[in-house]
């Protein structure tokens, strides 16, 4: 007989030091009330970038995470295989990040928790925050996508007449979460018929 558990699915979220803290913070919110654990792992340079980009404070950010794991505890549950998870999101996912993923060559928690992923063939979504591009970006892209991960640089969607940047941000964490077969709420979904524009008054 199959062994069945009642645990929540788990998700691992991880912020790096990349602009774009928004994501990941609006990540963790959208998770929060989604019935799935989130595992969270911050970066010190994404404590950095947090204070820089945004009013929150770390503490802040752990509050909305059901787990907070320190950035350099390799012992923790996520990065072993043997904790089941549905896989893992990055966001935003800075270059360092990604080319440590990439090499299979990982220091701390976030790339080894995205190694484990990768090796137990779970989804993996790295929201990478980086332009213009030199080759050896897009040779490490091209790695992490042979080796099973999703990048998912977070492009806005103008077909859907974001109004706001939290339109935008939240469409495409929308759209991510689609990926986990999560439904958010936060996407306006492409039916084939255009919106034409409202007359001008005369």
């Known amino acids: 007989m199959k062994a069945t558990s009642s645990h929540k699915p788990r ?6 030091g ?16 989604s019935g799935v654990e989130t595992h969270l792992v911050m970066s010190r340079a994404a404590q950095i970038t947090l204070a820089y980009e945004t009013s929150f404070k770390v503490a802040d950010i752990e509050r ?11 012992a923790a549950s996520c990065s072993s295989g043997s904790f089941k998870t549905m896989g893992m999101i990055i966001a935003p996912c800075s270059i360092k990040t990604m080319s440590e993923i990439a090499s299979g060559v990982t220091s701390n928690l976030i790339s080894r928790s995205a190694d ?12 990478l925050r980086e332009t213009p591009l030199h080759i050896g970006h897009i040779r490490s892209m091209a790695s992490v996508t042979e080796a099973g991960a999703i990048v998912y640089p977070p492009v806005p969607a103008f077909y859907a007449m974001p109004k706001t940047l939290a339109d935008m941000v939240d469409h495409t964490l929308g759209r991510v979460l689609d990926l986990f ?7 306006r979904r492409w039916s084939g018929e255009k919106v034409r524009p409202s007359a001008k008054k005369k």
């Open 181 to 187: 077969d999560i439904e958010a709420g936060t996407v």
């Open 18 to 33: 990349a602009s774009g803290a928004v994501y990941g913070v609006r990540l963790l919110e959208l998770l929060k009330d």
């Open 116 to 127: 484990v992923v990768l090796k137990e063939r779970r989804r993996l979504v790295l929201l």
């Open 64 to 74: 909305l995470a059901s787990v907070v794991h320190p950035y350099n505890d390799i």
């Open 11 to 16: 998700i691992i979220v991880g912020i790096t």
